[in-house]
Nanobody
């Protein structure tokens, strides 16, 4: 299995922004469908967004649609998750990984994922 590495989390006030990065040293992200999921304490894993390989197709769960943007930079072997207009309910550990399908319910389709990065939205 391959294991990406996430970074970019932190503490931000409501309405603020963060950009998360997903990268890897041992495999090429552009060869895979890549997704992000999040998990808050005591809650189930929730799919956030995913991106296709060559077609640029993206998917967002309703809870983040219009606020989050997923993108690739293949030259840097990195997938980004730009998060704007953050809300306290976005607080969670965010993880990226390879997925079988980029679509609704994506949290069920992860092959492998990283350790995650903590995002805390609080005033």
């Amino acid at each position: 299995q391959v294991h990406p590495v996430e970074s970019g989390g932190g503490l931000v006030q409501p309405g603020g922004s963060l950009r998360l990065s997903c990268t890897a040293s041992d495999f090429t992200l552009e060869d895979y469908l890549i997704g992000w999921f999040r998990q808050a304490p005591g809650k189930e894993r929730e799919g956030v967004s995913c991106i296709g390989m060559n077609d640029g197709r993206t998917y967002y769960e309703d809870s983040v649609k219009g606020r989050f943007t997923i993108s690739r930079d293949n030259a840097k072997n990195t997938v980004y998750l730009q998060m704007n207009s953050l809300k306290p309910e976005d607080t969670a550990v965010y993880s990226c990984g390879t997925i079988a399908f980029c679509r609704k319910g994506l949290q069920e389709y992860f092959h492998s994922w990283g350790q995650g990065t903590q995002v805390t939205v609080s005033s």
